[in-house]
């Protein structure tokens, strides 16, 4: 079960990832959190690993190192995590292909993966879409003027609207870093689901909680479970749990 993580800049994939993935391995499932973001890897900050030893980057590099060997545990989740590594980001060339036959070799062990891609289109990651089943995009609708927001939707969910149509994947939307449960994310959630018949799966309010928890390097779930951010992700987990259960 490959999900990958799409949206735009800091809109929150990164946190989106690290979250589900402690939610599905806290619920028993064998995950993987996984960074495609291969240029700008920064998932392990999330999970509180400074540097890692072996990273994907150090697979790209030595193809007879174990897969395993690189993979890193989540003490208190259990979530398993295939990091980059930031310090590599900017020298090393890895191929899409590369990412694939990776995720080939783990897909078995790991019933549940969640991917983290690189900001808009990602361009670099489209093989990685081949594989997937899952689309979950994560907008941050604040950053249009509510009178532009048909507009800001239109762009940016039919942007991500059309990767998952040519992988036939299905799509997910996730509303993030939304503050006062503004009048208006009703009728935004309405108008995603009538206009583009894509589900809105969960809302994350903006929560000091949640940059507490990257400052801190433990995902909010485990970090503040009983933030409203957290209670955010348990929903969001428990609708997918539904949506997975019947291709796990
Ligand atoms: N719900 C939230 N409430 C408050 N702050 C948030 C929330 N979600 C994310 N953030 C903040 O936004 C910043 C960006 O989040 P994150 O790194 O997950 O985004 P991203 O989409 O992965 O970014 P990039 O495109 O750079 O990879 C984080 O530093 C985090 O503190
Ligand atoms: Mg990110």
Redesign the pocket.
Known sequence: MITVIT????????????NLAVYFALRGYNTLAFDG?VK?P?LNY?FGIEAPQYSIHSLAANPTLSIEGAVYQHRSSGAHILAGDPSLGHITNISPSFLRSVLRKVRNKYPVIFI?C??GIPLDDLKIFEMASYQIV?LEIERAPIKSLPMFLESEVQTFEALGLRFNIDTFVVL???RNLMKTTGSVVEYIEDNFGIPVIGI????????ES?QFGEPVLTYLPRSK?ANAFKSIGELLEGVFEEHI
């Open positions: 949206g735009a800049g800091g809109v929150g994939k990164t946190t989106v990832v690290a973001n700008l920064n999330h983290d690189s900001s994560v993030n870093k939304v994350i309010p903006y929560d000091g909680a949640i940059v990257i951010a």
